[in-house]
């Protein structure tokens, strides 16, 4: 009896504007040049407040945090293709998306400077908070994706992750239950090469990352993350697909992480300066920019007034953040569960007599 | 009324809840068809269907993680973890956000969920399927620990369980599944968490255990019961640790002896006498004596009652407490 091939697997790339700010016509989904001006002022804004943000954080003003340079194109586009409706489970590198769907800025600067209110979400902003143990916040994404289609929403939930988190168990144990029950959530892997220091080739012996999600019956593509319209238009394909019921899909946005693993690395030590120029040539926000001077719609005067802008915004933002009232020492003790235990009241009377 | 043992206290809760509430969900392996390897959810799918009683696939971070998302979503999942033994590789998800959730968003999100579990040893089983390492549970905060020994308790405690706005592990005692049978109302009634419960009193010492050992523990007492007026009580859950009801006993009797089944260091008793020390040291007439499994590894079950704490083991320790 001869042997035979009973599967066969393909991993697609997807891009459509390349780093001189060219398209490719065909592929380009329906963007008005209004909003796509929209998404280079939210990449723009993101860019500035992280570079920000960097900035307090050597001044002792913020605490450690991972700085999302370079991932704009991911987060911007992402963003753009969904509902108010949908929700966005990130791990610790989305400030970008996560005030794009409605979290102000100050919310993100009161976390990092300490202070867990900065996480007190309202409702609507659909954002679950910044999960740090990696992968573990996708199986969240599933069970919550899960609970939408239980209850008949047509929510879809978009789970963020690295390329180190597809090493970990949860994100294999995540794509399973999310594919044997058909859940609609959308996994945005954002492949940036580095897991602090250990490349991608040092990861996986898998020459893909979207090939891991064929195991799992998941859709699946790779895609230039750089490439605001690739990502836009892949994102809003897997969310229109999980909300008609068709399930999960897997997106390795394939990108490069501009700054630091966080502010306590030093990249430098393990990237060498050659390689870094290579891909600040690459850099997502330059390629729109170019895009919309082609297109006659951005010159240097809108970019300076851009500029001033986010960064007037940012100010603003900063000093709310620093001029909240000091968390109260009872907190600690007043959300570990509904309602304070009597040995939790003790062990509070102790820090509040003694502390 | 009905005589049930604990596992059909378990499964009547189960079925009950999930009738009066559209939001709670069983999950776990093994529990759809076959009803679970004890036979807890028996019958609960034919009942709800496979969207309320889920089997899922083989493992067990997945059961708990998921369990998160379907919590924040709006649902109150009750999931099964077959065995103690398999609860560890979702350690990470219990303490690193199912206890977390509240906290970290400052009481805007929570994870209102049920991890029921079988715990405790003496059942002439594999390895990793005698594991009693409630302590571990108590430790993480912002988790609750409930801990029944009698089928009406856990009837009470399961529904209080599942109505609580935040996560409970739910270790029940495997060895005495089918041990006891006892009235078991068919109404619905809860019992607090956080409550230990008197189960007779008594003027001569405070005896103190829960879960498995109660059993062995309740013989023991009623074996040195025409000799001494032995106050016990079955604590129900470990996390919140009712330590009033047990320092207002031990003010009582100024003796004490604690038993349970787990390691000893670290344990649930040494947390106990900590606090007896603190707000009852005077009112103590003999040191406070444990009764405990060892800091070793639950051996398989040749050996098995020598790790747990016999009925000897623990009259021996009463004794001892009594005639210091």
Not at chain 1, 91 to 107: A, M, S
Not at chain 1, 146 to 158: C, E, G, S, Y
Not at chain 2, 71 to 83: C, D, H, R, S
């Amino acid at each position: 009896m001869p042997e035979k091939i009973i599967q066969n697997f393909e991993v697609r790339y997807a891009e459509i504007l390349d780093k001189e700010g060219r398209i490719d016509k065909a592929l380009m989904p329906k963007i008005s040049l209004s909003t796509i001006k929209k998404m280079y002022e939210a990449m723009i804004l993101g860019r500035l407040f992280d570079a920000r943000m960097f900035r307090l954080q050597r001044q002792g003003r913020l605490g450690t945090f991972a700085p999302s340079k370079g991932h704009e194109a991911i987060q911007v586009g992402a963003a753009f293709a969904l509902k108010k409706e949908d929700w966005v489970v990130p791990y610790f590198r989305e400030h970008v998306i996560t005030h794009l769907r409605g979290v102000p800025i100050e919310n993100i600067l009161q976390y990092y400077a300490g202070d867990e209110r900065g996480h007190s979400y309202k409702k609507g902003w659909n954002v679950l908070p910044v999960c740090i143990p990696v992968s573990t916040q996708l199986l969240h994404a599933v069970g919550l994706a899960w609970a939408f289609k239980k209850q008949r929403k047509k929510a879809v939930v978009l789970a963020f992750l690295g390329d180190g988190a597809t090493s970990a168990g949860d994100f294999h144990e995540a794509l399973n239950f999310s594919s044997v029950f058909n859940v609609p959530v959308v996994f945005i892997c954002e492949n940036n090469q580095y897991a602090i220091s250990v490349p991608v080739q040092k990861q996986t012996a898998s020459t893909t990352l979207s090939q891991k999600a064929i195991a799992y019956a998941i859709p699946s593509v790779k895609l230039d993350g750089n490439d605001l319209f690739a990502v836009y238009k892949e994102v809003k394909k897997a969310i229109e697909g999980a909300r008609k019921g068709l399930g999960p899909s897997f997106l390795e946005c394939f990108t490069y992480r501009l700054s630091d693993h966080t502010t306590s690395d030093d990249a430098s030590k393990y990237r060498s300066k050659k390689e870094v120029t290579f891909w600040e040539s690459r850099d997502p926000i330059i390629r729109v920019r170019t895009y919309l001077e082609h297109h006659k719609v951005w010159n240097k005067n809108k970019e300076g007034i851009l500029y001033k802008a986010c960064e007037k915004k940012i100010d603003t933002a900063v000093k709310k953040a620093e001029h909240v009232s000091p968390p109260n020492a009872e907190d600690i003790f007043k959300y570990t569960f509904k309602a304070l235990t009597q040995e939790l009241q003790e062990e509070m009377e102790d820090l509040k007599k003694n502390g | 009324m009905a005589k049930l043992t604990i596992i059909e206290a378990v499964n009547l809760a189960l079925k009950q809840e999930m009738k009066k509430d559209k939001t709670v969900l069983v999950l776990g392996e093994d529990i759809g068809i076959d009803g679970g390897v004890f036979r807890a959810t028996e019958g609960l799918l034919k009942k709800f269907g496979e969207e309320r009683v889920i089997d899922t696939p083989l493992s067990e971070s997945g059961i708990i993680g998921t369990s998160i998302g379907l919590a924040l979503g709006g649902f109150k999942p009750v999931a099964e973890i077959q065995f103690d033994g398999f609860l560890y590789p979702a350690l990470d998800q219990l303490i690193s956000h199912a206890a977390r959730f509240r906290t970290r968003s400052r009481g805007t999100l929570s994870c209102p969920l049920v991890v029921r579990a079988p715990y405790s040893g003496g059942i002439r089983a594999l390895e990793h399927h005698s594991e009693s390492m409630e302590a571990l549970f108590r430790h993480i905060p912002g988790l609750k620990v409930v801990i029944p020994s009698t089928p009406y308790d856990t009837k009470g405690l399961l529904l209080s369980a599942i109505r609580d706005p935040d996560p409970v592990i739910f270790l029940e005692p495997k060895r005495i599944y089918r041990a006891i049978r006892e009235d078991v109302p068919e109404k619905e009634y809860t019992l607090p968490l956080g409550k230990a419960n008197i189960v007779h009193d008594g003027s001569d010492i405070t005896v103190v255990s829960y879960g498995s050992s109660m059993h062995e523990t309740k013989k023991a007492v009623a074996e040195l019961a025409s000799d001494f007026s032995i106050e016990l009580l079955d604590l129900r859950t470990i996390s919140p640790l009712d330590d009033e009801t047990v320092v207002a006993s031990v003010k009582k009797t100024g003796r004490c002896a604690i038993v349970h089944e787990g390691p000893r260091s670290c344990g649930v008793a040494a947390e106990l006498i900590s606090r007896i020390n603190e707000k009852a040291l005077l009112s103590l007439e003999a040191p406070i004596v444990r009764v405990t499994g060892f800091d070793t590894i639950m051996p398989l079950y040749k050996l098995e009652w020598n790790y747990l704490p016999t009925v000897e083991r623990i009259k021996k320790g009463i004794l001892q407490a009594l005639s210091f």
